[in-house]
């Protein structure tokens, strides 16, 4: 393997491409084995490209070429040359000239679901990021920009719908045939990436908004016929996503039409193509009977997200891939604050950090780490990570609160001002941020370039009788793959010192201005701030809202944390002062375990919650965020070595079931008093409420499963929306009781011609946390309704298994390491994406104690031997190894 190890490209070989093309015509007739192509390229050579005469090397991939000509000419085969990955035509004009080829492919057989496919009956394309080249040759490169105009062609009764990116031109029928065309027309140069089209037989919901400029824009959801009923909520979420980048950013939607279709065989979540989002099914269908309040929110956040693209990424796109944060971290820093200004602000932040702590920490601190911009990659579709998405966006929202909000949107209004039509980089965007400010954000920028988890450890001293308070933070940057040495970072803290009447006080801080939302910057390895006029002995609130994506280390007592848990005005640091303290009590019930003693009640930390409980003004899903430890994930990421994550599971289900038993009357309370009357609505209060019955349900049953599994399913039984079908076989599913298996088959034969529910359904199989899980997933894989060929469907089954049951995938004798790399070898063969993605899920290997660690390298190296490998899984299996 070593002798054909694919190439590693990098960052700084970087060149313009020596041509550009300008405008782009497709002709594209459907065929199900035999699509043809044809498409017209004016190409002129590129005035920004040093490179004088050099040959036009266009990428291509699966294609059989039928004719290539310049301006009129068809070139003889001794012009041009064709290798599986490219087409070379040596010698072009040194002008601008006019490129044809007719090529043609397979949809039928493309298994990868990258370029053009055909599944379920639908021609689907996916081209971010290197899809495009599947379908025609061309410059694929995010750098190059074109203006699109698409005829597309298929047989009536197979397509009656044709679908391209920008506005319909025409449409009709091809007189004589059975066939008929469509003609799309984008306006807005675009990379490749963002091409799109669609063919088939679909139904579709339509309505429209009308701009703040008083544009009437017709908007489309296309499914699959017969589930026009699940459209509602996807609309909502685009008018509502619309009217918020209006207010939040200035931001107007551009073209006449605005389309999302939905398809059930989808690699990713969704796409953003220029005014036609393709959409993962799941993230679009929804009513109350078939979607849980979980799905409604995400779907609203990623109809957003894709929508918010159409200025961050699509009119403004990234000059090459290295730059993907540019518009991933911008975009889902935009759906957080959109979610948040729905929905609860303090709520979703929290949610957004357990996420964070759950994927990217784990990645920061693995053999996988890699910066928010990597360096170098081999295959691009492995950098689509929580640390280019959700690692990217803190750092968006870093610059925000370094800056302040006014400042910030200036800086983003001069992002758009200056960058509009371009491909741009990240040295740019924070030229913007600098520009609009005057604040140099040099050091920040190392925030880009340094992967890891920077680690802040904080130390306190009050000076009673010179009433001062001296912060001391030093941070600590651990070396991570590629990168030994660490500069120190800039990290913006979020701060408040809490008063022992449980207020803020008034900080002054000497030559600092911290007016307002009072942030200190900490640039040095180690510095002290003095606070002065600091009267009684104050408990400090640092990292406020979770400002900066850091590991913190405090010396606050038990007694303060307690404290904050209970009057922190900064509400995320109420619950981080909670999951600090359940930490702890995990961490101590694993020395406990080991030495096997007994576990006490967490008298202090019950009463603190109990306190929080009985407070009927804070919101329900907080309340239930309070009642959630920690993850198995988090817990061993804070071990960070020699971790049993068995071990951990018991650990933290003992703490579950002390909590469940010193809370027992106030969970009977919610449990009795929180059931939402009336029809479903995935509003924030009733949505809430249900997460608090269930988080409260889910503790009943840790510290009493007999008790619990009998709740849990009358609470199956008597469910009247999907939600609480869910809510009760999650709790279920983590009990070895008989109702689980019962109202797992229940739930199958009532919803097994439902494909989404069908997937909830292998996702609860995947989630039992027994040592026998690896041959209940193995033995699923037989399973008539499972299936190689849908993304979802593996995800749900292998990937729950592999990232949501750490008792199973980390089974001592290695069953479910087995397990996986059986699964990503054969799935290797048909869509290396999803099985390279798959193989990630071994990221933490290298923290496990010394005999799940050895098994699981053994495991790995079994995938690495497998030949033929694609690229995709080589990468990350090697770098893993490493
Ligand atoms: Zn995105």
Not at 173 to 190: E, I, L, M, Q, S
Not at 253 to 267: E, G, Q
Not at 665 to 682: E, F, N, Q, S
Request: net charge neutral; glycine share 6%; hydrophobic share 40%.
């Amino acid at each position: 393997m070593d002798t054909e190890k694919p190439p590693t490209i990098h960052l700084r070989n970087y060149k313009p491409p020596a041509h550009l093309i300008e405008t782009v015509s497709l002709d594209v007739k459907l065929h199900a084995t035999d699509t043809r192509v044809r498409s017209t390229l004016a190409i002129v050579p590129n005035p920004k490209s040093s490179i004088k005469n050099a040959p036009l090397v266009l990428d291509g991939e699966n294609l059989t070429l039928h004719s290539v000509a310049i301006d009129g000419d068809r070139l003889p085969s001794s012009s041009y040359a064709v290798t599986p990955t490219s087409l070379t035509i040596k010698a072009t004009p040194r002008k601008p000239f006019r490129l044809d080829m007719e090529t043609g492919l397979s949809p039928k057989d493309n298994t990868e679901l990258s370029g053009l496919y055909l599944s379920n009956g639908i021609y689907c394309t996916q081209c971010e990021a290197e899809g495009f080249r599947r379908i025609t040759y061309f410059l694929d490169r995010p750098d190059v920009m074109s203006r699109f105009t698409v005829r597309l062609e298929a047989d009536r009764a197979e397509a009656p719908v044709l679908l391209a990116n920008g506005n319909p031109k025409t449409e009709g029928d091809v007189p004589g045939t059975n066939r008929h065309f469509a003609v799309w027309d984008d306006p807005f140069p675009k990379p490749a990436y963002l091409f799109a089209m669609v063919g088939g037989d679909l139904a579709v919901a339509t309505d429209s908004f009308t701009t703040r400029s008083g544009r009437k824009v017709e908007l489309r959801v296309y499914v699959e016929p017969g589930k026009e009923d699940r459209c509602a909520w996807a609309m909502e979420s685009i008018k509502s996503s619309m009217a918020w980048d209006e207010t939040a950013f200035g931001r107007e939607y551009d073209l006449d039409i605005f389309m999302v279709v939905a398809v059930s065989m989808f690699n990713m979540g969704a796409m953003e193509n220029k005014g036609l989002n393709v959409f993962n099914d799941k993230y679009v269908l929804a009513k109350p009977d078939s979607a849980t309040d979980l799905d409604y929110i995400n779907i609203e956040a990623i109809i957003a997200h894709e929508y918010f693209h159409n200025w961050t990424g699509n009119r403004i796109t990234c000059r090459d891939w290295f730059q993907l944060c540019l518009k991933e971290g911008l975009t889902v820093f935009r759906d957080q604050e959109f979610s948040s200004d729905m929905r609860s602000r303090a709520v979703k932040r929290i949610q957004d950090v357990r996420t964070l702590r759950a994927q990217q920490f784990p990645e920061d601190a693995g053999p996988l780490a890699h910066p928010v911009r990597p360096a170098s990659y081999i295959e691009i579709n492995n950098f689509y990570t929580a640390t280019v998405y959700e690692k990217g966006a803190e750092v968006v929202r870093m610059m925000k609160t370094l800056l302040g909000a006014e400042t910030f949107r200036r800086a983003m209004d001069l992002y758009f001002d200056r960058h509009d039509g371009e491909a741009a980089t990240i040295e740019q965007f924070v030229a913007c941020m600098e520009d609009a400010s005057g604040k140099s954000l040099k050091q920040f920028f190392r925030w880009y370039e340094q992967s890891g988890t920077p680690e802040v450890t904080m130390r306190g001293k009050w000076n009673a009788k010179a009433k001062t308070f001296d912060l001391t933070l030093s941070q600590k940057l651990a070396p991570t793959p590629g990168q030994a040495k660490k500069e120190p970072m800039h990290i913006p803290l979020a701060i408040g010192l809490v008063g022992p009447n449980g207020h803020d006080m008034q900080l002054d801080i000497a030559g600092t201005d911290i007016s307002g939302e009072p942030v200190i910057e900490l640039k040095e390895k180690t510095k002290t701030f003095r606070f002065r006029n600091v009267g009684s002995r104050p408990v400090p609130s640092i990292n406020r809202g979770f400002s900066a994506p850091i590991k913190l280390r405090t010396d606050l007592a038990q007694k303060d944390l307690l404290f904050l848990m209970g009057s922190d005005s900064d509400s995320f640091n109420r619950w981080e002062a909670g999951q600090t303290i359940a930490r702890g009590l995990i961490g101590d019930a694993i020395k406990k375990l080991k030495s096997g003693r007994g576990i006490a009640e967490p008298k202090a930390y019950a009463a603190a919650l109990r306190q929080t409980l009985s407070d009927d003004r804070l919101d329900p899903q907080f309340l239930s965020l309070m009642l959630t430890l920690p993850t198995e994930q988090d817990v061993a990421g804070e071990m960070a070595r020699n971790v049993d994550p068995a071990l951990v599971h018991r650990a933290r289900e003992k703490i579950r079931a002390r909590l469940g038993e010193a809370l027992d009357g106030d969970l009977t309370r919610i449990w009795r008093t929180t059931k939402v009357a009336g029809a479903y609505a995935p509003d924030p209060d009733s949505s809430g409420k249900r997460a608090l019955r269930h988080a409260a349900l889910g503790l009943i049953a840790a510290s009493d499963a007999k008790r619990g599994a009998k709740l849990a399913f009358d609470h199956f039984l008597s469910a009247t929306n999907m939600t609480d079908t869910i809510g009760a076989l999650s709790v279920l599913t983590q009990l070895d009781v008989p109702q689980r298996d019962e109202a797992l088959e229940q739930f199958l034969a009532a919803n097994g011609k439902d494909h989404l529910l069908v997937d909830k359904w292998f996702a609860l199989n995947a989630q039992l946390p027994f040592p026998e899980a690896p041959r209940r997933v193995r033995d699923l894989l037989d399973h008539p309704q499972f299936s190689w060929q849908s993304p979802n469907r593996l995800r749900s089954l292998i990937g729950s298994f592999a990232t949501l049951n750490p008792v199973g995938f980390h089974a001592e004798d290695g069953a479910g390491y087995r397990l996986l790399a059986d699964v990503v070898i054969r799935l290797d063969r048909s869509n290396p994406q999803v099985a390279a993605r798959l193989a990630g899920s071994f990221k933490s290997y290298k923290s496990l104690e010394a005999g799940r660690r050895t098994l699981a390298r053994k495991a790995l190296k079994s995938i690495l031997k497998t030949e033929p490998l694609s690229r995709d899984t080589y990468e990350i299996v090697s770098r893993s190894i490493a």
